[in-house]
């Protein structure tokens, strides 16, 4: 950070903004790389849809029967869906027989047996029961068969708190600067915070919403906003703190429709409502198609932008690890084609990381202006004829 | 004439799912093209408009966008399964 002019008040004001902001950062660090590395065996493919399981069922009978043998086959698909899925220990590189990885802690509640905490490292990458409980193909299984609940910090969890530390750093020290001198003309780091917020008010909020009513809105468009954006290009960084692929699990556009929809139907007025439930100026047999099709447009709306958020960033890591996914295929043909694919692989790759950039933001941008105007349908006044 | 026990294969999931996943390519292609055409014949009639119908132009490729990603979403959890 330059120095902002030479009067000793103002540089040593600015000596302290730095000091602040440099232990913050490592306070957050520290926090949150607590876990210690772990050199272990063979790492076990984690997914979150019990759809994948037969597949990767498979591949493991594969692998394990390949142990003694030759190197297995390169298989694309395990790695696709290693990269994108969750799972209970961060990958940081390695291959697949020394990896190196840092294990999270394992939170399960059993029935009978109670919460147990511990670190996944206990498991070994999968190939050790500990205290009745075995990794299974990325999912905790109680020997006992009984089901449990798994609330374990795992990678995609520790990415959204890296992610909300990172938001938190930011916008708490640009808010304090601003409550500090409210009429100063910004500078440093404001400079480039004020126009995005800037843009969601006015080109997102006021725009969708209205003059009236926008205001209670702002803190929730804001932080889905930034929220999803830094999600998103954390996503693409390869290396710990992003490599996690937080927007495109399902999970997480699912939760931020969830919010979306219930801020809808909170904050619906009785215009709202009667548009929906008896469309006025309708004959009453139309209604009875309408209706139910409007009650079902109430869902459907957040639906549809779950599933355009989490598909366009599934999409792109997949599209971007396929490229790189064909170098090592055609170097299992022979070593000299891996080379050889490997300059036009990486140059596509290239093109996909800066078109994901455009993508990260266009989706956050998208998300959050069609929950503005869900909302502006919810607290629209009736026009007067 | 092959029996229909064809359709059991596990291949032939894989296929239609790839299949699926191509048509909606086609359905993205056709309304992008669509958008990105008459986004440019409208920059051309009024050049002083370009900022406006850019950030119009993106807002509305995205959402066909996602329309057809959800397809291909919906292609990759069969054909992997």
């Known amino acids: 950070m330059k120095l902002i002019s030479s009067n000793k008040q103002a540089v040593s004001r600015q000596k302290t903004v730095n000091k602040r902001f440099i232990v913050r950062l490592f306070l957050i660090f520290a926090l949150l790389l607590n876990g210690k590395f772990s050199f272990a065996n063979e790492e076990v493919i984690v997914t979150d849809s019990a759809k994948i399981n037969t597949e990767s069922a498979v591949s493991h009978a594969e692998s394990t029967g390949e142990h003694g043998g030759e190197k297995e086959k390169f298989n694309a698909g395990k790695l696709i869906m290693s990269h994108i899925g969750d799972s209970h220990d961060w990958h940081i590189y390695g291959s697949e027989e020394h990896p190196v990885s840092i294990p999270l802690p394992i939170i399960i509640y059993h029935p009978e047996k109670g919460i147990s905490v511990f670190s996944s490292s206990r498991f070994e990458h999968g190939h050790v029961s500990y205290e009745g409980y075995s990794l299974v193909e990325g999912k905790i299984k109680s020997a006992d068969g009984v089901d449990i609940y798994d609330f374990s910090i795992t990678k995609n969890v520790l990415a959204i708190f890296i992610a909300a530390a990172l938001l938190l750093l930011i916008f708490i020290g640009v808010a304090k600067t601003y409550a500090r001198n409210p009429d100063k003309a910004p500078s440093g780091f404001q400079n480039a915070i004020e126009p995005m917020i800037i843009f969601v008010r006015d080109d997102i909020a006021k725009a969708a919403i ?80 309408l209706t139910p099709l409007e009650i079902l447009g109430i869902f459907l709306k957040p639906f549809v932008l779950m599933v355009r958020l989490f598909a366009n960033i599934m999409a792109g890591h997949i599209v971007v690890l396929v490229f790189f996914c064909l170098i090592f295929v055609a170097g299992a043909a022979s070593t000299g084609a891996g080379f050889g694919a490997a300059i036009p692989a990486v140059a596509f790759t290239i093109f996909i990381n800066a078109l994901e950039l455009l993508v990260g933001f266009l989706q956050a941008f998208v998300f959050t202006f069609l929950s503005a105007i869900y909302f502006g349908m919810a607290t629209a006044e009736p026009e007067h004829h | 004439m092959t029996s229909l026990s064809i359709l059991l294969d596990a291949g032939m999931a894989q296929a239609g799912a790839v299949i699926g996943a191509g048509l909606a390519a086609v359905g993205a292609g056709i309304g992008i093209g669509n958008i990105g055409g008459s986004a440019l014949e409208s920059m051309a009639r009024q050049p002083e408009m370009k900022g406006d119908l850019v950030s119009n132009m993106f807002v509305a490729a995205a959402l066909v966008e996602g329309v057809a990603l959800a397809a291909v979403a919906l292609a990759f959890i069969v054909g992997l399964a």
Do not use: D
Request: charged share 10%.
């Open chain 1, 210 to 289: 209205g003059e009236k009513n926008y205001a209670k809105f702002m803190p929730y468009l804001l932080t889905i906003f930034f929220f999803i954006w830094v999600s998103n290009l954390l996503g693409l960084v390869p290396v710990f703190p992003g490599g996690a692929n937080v927007t495109g699990n399902i999970a997480v556009p699912m939760v931020l429709a969830v919010c979306t929809l219930l801020i809808t139907l909170r904050y619906g007025n009785k215009h709202y409502w009667q548009h929906i439930l008896a469309m006025p100026g309708v004959p009453k047999f139309v209604l009875v198609i």
